[in-house]
């Protein structure tokens, strides 16, 4: 990563990055990441990705009542990850709609700089935590999401 700090944008409009290990538990009998783990990774840079903005997703669940909700998730495998590789993986915003959003992601060995291993994106429906109908986004997450 080029960041000096695992989270933070490279530059003004890169990918947020998060860096993610390569556990054993995380791969097959060979040491190859098992290919659902690569939808995990992707997961952990998205939350992580609300939670530098100050979003916390079980705090929107309390306060506002939503849940966010993959409905769409298309990824393309490149290279396999191994045991004990430090993976780095982005998040950026791809697009949204008052009620939806969507990331692109990269999953790379070493840093952004490294071998591009897998890339895809995921698109998050906001829903009303008790009737699992589409909601808005919060205003607060809205703005941050259309910057």
């Not at 003004?12 to 054993?24: A, M, Q």
């Not at 530098?52 to 993959?70: K, M, S, T």
């Not at 990850?81 to 430090?86: G, H």
Request: hydrophobic share 40%; aromatic share 12%.
């Amino acid at each position: 990563m080029n960041s000096a700090f695992p989270g933070v944008p490279r530059g003004l409009n890169e990918p947020f990055t998060w860096p993610v290990r390569v556990y054993f538990e995380d791969t097959d009998n060979g040491g190859v990441v098992y290919y659902a783990n690569y939808l995990k990774f992707m997961e952990r840079a998205r939350t992580e990705w609300l939670r530098a903005r100050g979003f916390e997703q079980d705090q929107l669940l309390e306060r506002e009542r939503i849940l966010f909700v993959i409905v769409a998730v298309d990824i393309r495998y490149r290279r396999p990850a191994r045991f004990n590789d430090l993976l780095c993986v982005t998040a950026s915003i791809a697009g949204h709609t008052r009620t939806s959003f969507s990331f692109a992601q990269e999953i790379y060995r070493g840093s952004a700089d490294g071998e591009l291993l897998c890339h895809g994106s995921t698109r998050a429906a906001c829903l009303d935590a008790d009737s699992f109908r589409p909601r808005p986004l919060p205003e607060p997450l809205f703005a941050e999401i259309a910057r």
